[in-house]
């Protein structure tokens, strides 16, 4: 694949949900997620004479039919769009090569792409969109081989942090593998290997999931948060609450091998309820913890997704009480969906640079 440098090539990475440990990934912690069919984003590369990015026609607007549709749309969906995303990603890589001694030929591209995954939830939609480009770049200049599925993480978020995007590791390792990870992003190690210790696991040990978001989460969330002021500080409590928080996803990790669900159940609640503590309600934001309380009050396990804005949730009972809180979502008016998990895409020269654990 990706040798035949004129043909148009295609990719798509999928949204994906933190479902134990974060955000102690963003602090040398450890973390499950895994990768959500749900929605996705796909970047198309075509071989061009010129380099150019297509503003996406709805998510880069610069044509507006009034003035206040421009402010309107600029309230619900911020000034940015998905080409600085492209941009970041093809300098990063650019960079990357130059810096590895990885020579690439001189044809140009145009990229454009797509995306169905809900703004602003914390499932991570910028990052899908930074990833699929990334795998059309390896294609088109043919260096899959090259570039170490373990570093790829690293690139994409280096791409976003370029932006002034404050992120961590691992929705770009769960959007890269694909599947369900475990990972370890412990700083010894890291220093050492320049990554973490990222570990599939078979998507089989996960129970049914199922996902809470809000079409338009915009009451949630607005207030600053000091809690990484406050780590980088060495504030006591964060630190030792971060540290409670990773493990959580090592304990998750052995609950999921021994299939033990009602441990799971109590971790997925405690990792929310941790990072309540940390982060506080302001912080969090009103709707964000009704979406937690919602599946709580039937008795349901929840978390967030990610950093807020989409609810991942356990029902131990089963279906009936999944059904109970399908009801109390409509009511709520929120989103209920079945989690997809979507398993690796990784194909064998991918997984021919990828070292022993
Ligand atoms: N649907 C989208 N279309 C275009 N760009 C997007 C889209 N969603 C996110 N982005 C880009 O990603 C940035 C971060 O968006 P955010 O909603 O915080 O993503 P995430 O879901 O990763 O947290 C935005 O400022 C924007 O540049
Ligand atoms: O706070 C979290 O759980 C995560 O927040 C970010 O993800 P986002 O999709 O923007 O909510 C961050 O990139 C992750 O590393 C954190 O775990
Ligand atoms: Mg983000």
Not at 118 to 142: E, K
Not at 205 to 225: C, F, Q, R, T, W
Request: hydrophobic share 40%.
């Amino acid at each position: 694949m990706g040798s035949d440098s004129s043909a148009a090539i295609e990719h798509r990475a999928y949204a994906r949900v933190g479902l134990l440990g974060n955000p102690s990934d963003v602090y040398h912690g450890r973390a499950i997620s895994f990768s959500l069919g749900n929605f996705w984003a796909s970047v198309r590369l075509e071989p061009s004479k010129d380099l150019v990015i297509v503003p996406h026609p709805t998510n880069d607007l610069v044509q507006f039919e009034s003035l206040p549709h421009l402010v309107n749309r600029l309230e619900s969906d911020g000034y940015y769009g998905g080409v600085r995303l492209l941009m970041a990603i093809c300098k990063i890589f650019c960079k990357y090569c130059k810096d590895n001694s990885i020579t690439l030929h001189e044809g140009n591209f145009k990229l454009s792409y797509d995306t169905n995954i809900p703004r602003q939830t914390g499932l991570s939609g910028s990052s899908a969109i930074v990833c699929a480009a990334l795998s059309c770049l390896l294609d088109f200049y043919d260096v899959r081989h090259l570039i170490k599925v373990e570093i790829r993480p690293n690139l994409i978020l280096n791409a976003e942090k370029e932006l002034g995007i404050v992120a961590g590791l691992q929705d770009r390792v769960a959007q890269v593998y694909g599947g369900l990870v475990y990972m370890d992003f412990d700083k010894k190690h890291m220093e050492e290997l320049g990554h973490g210790k990222y570990e599939p696991m078979d998507i089989g040990l996960l129970p049914h999931l199922y996902l809470i978001y809000a079409e338009n989460p915009s009451d949630s969330g607005k207030v600053h948060s000091t809690v990484r002021e406050r780590w980088l500080s060495g504030d006591k409590f964060i630190r030792s609450t971060i540290e409670e928080v990773a493990n959580i996803a090592l304990e998750g990790r052995e609950a999921l091998i021994k299939r033990d669900y009602a441990k799971f159940a109590s971790l997925m609640n405690r990792n929310f309820d941790l990072r309540r503590k940390m982060f506080g309600d302001d912080v969090l934001g009103a709707l964000n913890i009704e979406m937690v309380e919602v599946a709580r009050r039937v008795g349901a396990a929840s978390k967030f997704t990610g950093s807020g804005g989409a609810v991942v949730v356990f029902c131990p009972e089963g279906d009936s009480q999944a059904k109970e809180v399908e009801d109390a979502c409509k009511n709520g008016g929120f989103v209920f969906q079945p989690v997809q998990v979507m398993s690796s895409r990784l194909n064998e020269i991918d997984l021919e640079t990828v070292s022993p654990i």
